[in-house]
């Protein structure tokens, strides 16, 4: 599961800005390892942020914040000027994921001590955030595991609730073709956007932009291990290393919906 932490992660203490004057401080705040800062090449997430219109003084909730490779830059951009809210794992649901929620949230409070918490995962939809409360709802390379898990729809229907009116859906992931089978979101981690446009406009949404921001035409998306062969997982290990190394991460898709 991406939300898992280290414990030498989990037991790393930092310092950021109280309120950063800009997102450029913010990326370069100490907040950041150098390794996730290595990432912003492929993340793009300044453009990814305005494309969403992000900025300071919203209420922004991102679902399934992993690591918080965006926590680490929502956070601190919001921190005295906005609400960040980040919905994690359940910690109900298992002893290994109760540690991983409680590092995630040691390790959140020490950049953005104002900084919520709520509660996502399968069949836990009540605790994201209140209902009606968000200008943004962000989720970043994660929807193929609500679709393996079955529960895509759900989410996209527990988000919806969460949403102010006129409020944005912001989604990236992994870029399946759509001449593809249908079965290759299930093994891949790569999902059609058909698919996922068909579950948000299911449970009430509206697209109104998407962007090639995150995209990546050397990603060939037929990998022995799929997506996860690319960097920064290299599933493979040391196995044509260089070769996806080269390639870089993976194809994405940024889509924009709205609440109507």
């Known amino acids: 599961m991406?939300?898992?932490?280290?414990?030498?992660?989990?037991?790393?203490v930092l310092v950021a800005p109280a309120q950063a004057a800009s997102l450029t401080e913010v990326l370069a705040g100490p907040q950041r390892s150098e390794a996730n800062k290595a990432r912003d090449a492929y993340?793009?997430?300044?453009?990814?942020?305005?494309?969403?219109?992000?900025?300071?003084?919203?209420?922004?909730?991102?679902?399934?914040p992993g690591g918080g490779?965006?926590?680490?830059?929502?956070?601190?951009?919001?921190?005295?000027?906005?609400?960040y809210i980040a919905a994690a794992g359940n910690p109900a649901a298992s002893e290994n994921a109760a540690k991983s929620v409680a590092a995630y949230k040691e390790k959140l409070a020490s950049y953005a001590p104002s900084a919520k918490v709520g509660v996502f995962g399968k069949g836990s939809y009540d605790a994201i955030a209140p209902e009606g409360s968000a200008d943004a709802v962000l989720t970043f390379r994660n929807v193929h595991n609500w679709h393996m898990g079955g529960y895509g729809p759900d989410a996209f229907k527990a988000f919806f609730k969460v949403l102010k009116k006129g409020g944005t859906l912001?989604?990236?992931?992994?870029?399946?073709?759509?001449?593809?089978?249908?079965?290759?979101?299930?093994?891949?981690?790569?999902?059609?956007?058909?698919?996922?446009?068909?579950?948000?406009?299911?449970?009430?949404?509206k697209l109104v932009a998407s962007s090639d921001v995150n995209?990546?035409?050397?990603?060939?998306?037929?990998?022995?291990?799929?997506?996860?062969?690319?960097?920064?997982?290299?599933?493979?290990?040391?196995?044509?290393?260089?070769?996806?190394?080269?390639?870089?991460?993976?194809?994405?898709?940024?889509?924009?919906?709205?609440?109507?």
Do not use: C
Not at 43 to 64: C, H, Q, Y
Not at 71 to 80: R, T, V, Y
């Open 43 to 64: 993340r793009n997430p300044a453009e990814t942020l305005a494309f969403f219109g992000v900025k300071p003084g919203m209420t922004v909730v991102e679902i399934s």
């Open 170 to 205: 912001g989604v990236v992931d992994h870029r399946l073709p759509e001449d593809r089978p249908d079965a290759d979101m299930t093994t891949s981690g790569y999902m059609k956007v058909s698919a996922v446009r068909q579950m948000a406009e299911a449970a009430g949404f």
């Open 69 to 83: 490779w965006y926590s680490e830059i929502l956070a601190p951009m919001l921190e005295g000027n906005g609400t």
């Open 215 to 260: 995209a990546n035409p050397k990603d060939t998306k037929d990998y022995p291990g799929g997506v996860w062969t690319l960097p920064p997982t290299f599933a493979k290990k040391d196995e044509d290393r260089a070769k996806y190394a080269a390639i870089g991460e993976s194809d994405r898709f940024t889509l924009k919906f709205v609440k109507p």
């Open 2 to 12: 991406r939300y898992l932490l280290t414990a030498a992660l989990a037991a790393t």
